[in-house]
């Protein structure tokens, strides 16, 4: 499956942001989800992630709270709404995803991955 995440831009601090990461040529259906991010100057870390059902999530501790990860597998399309944006999550954000019944952190349990947008928290 190909993903394609959209939806980053600029915004102030406190603002709003949703992404989306969609298949393109396919479907989302069967597969578990998730968000992560690179910094500039540093590693790429998780984010969220969504099980296939929508069911189960998971989010890192910068995340809860603020952001959250929700599928429609009619429309083929994982959505992360990030409000209360801050600099620091300035990043470009990656969806990922893998097969099966998971919704992991860690970014080896994903295969397929889209080639990320980016976000700008201005302070």
């Known amino acids: 499956v190909q993903l394609q995440a959209s939806g980053g831009g600029l915004v102030q601090t406190g603002g709003s942001l949703s992404l989306s990461c969609t298949a393109s040529?396919?479907?989302?259906?069967?597969?578990?989800v998730g968000w992560f991010r690179r910094a500039p100057g540093k590693e790429r870390e998780f984010v969220a992630a969504i099980s296939w059902s929508g069911g189960s999530t998971l989010y890192a501790d910068s995340a809860k709270g603020r952001f959250t990860i929700s599928r429609n597998n009619a429309m083929k399309m994982v959505s992360l709404q990030m409000n209360n944006l801050k600099p620091e999550d300035t990043a470009v954000y990656y969806c990922?995803?893998?097969?099966?019944?998971?919704?992991?952190?860690?970014?080896?349990?994903?295969?397929?991955w889209g080639q990320g947008t980016q976000v700008t928290v201005s302070s």
């Open positions: 990922a995803a893998n097969r099966g019944n998971g919704y992991l952190r860690n970014e080896n349990d994903y295969i397929f």
């Open positions: 040529g396919g479907t989302l259906s069967g597969y578990f």
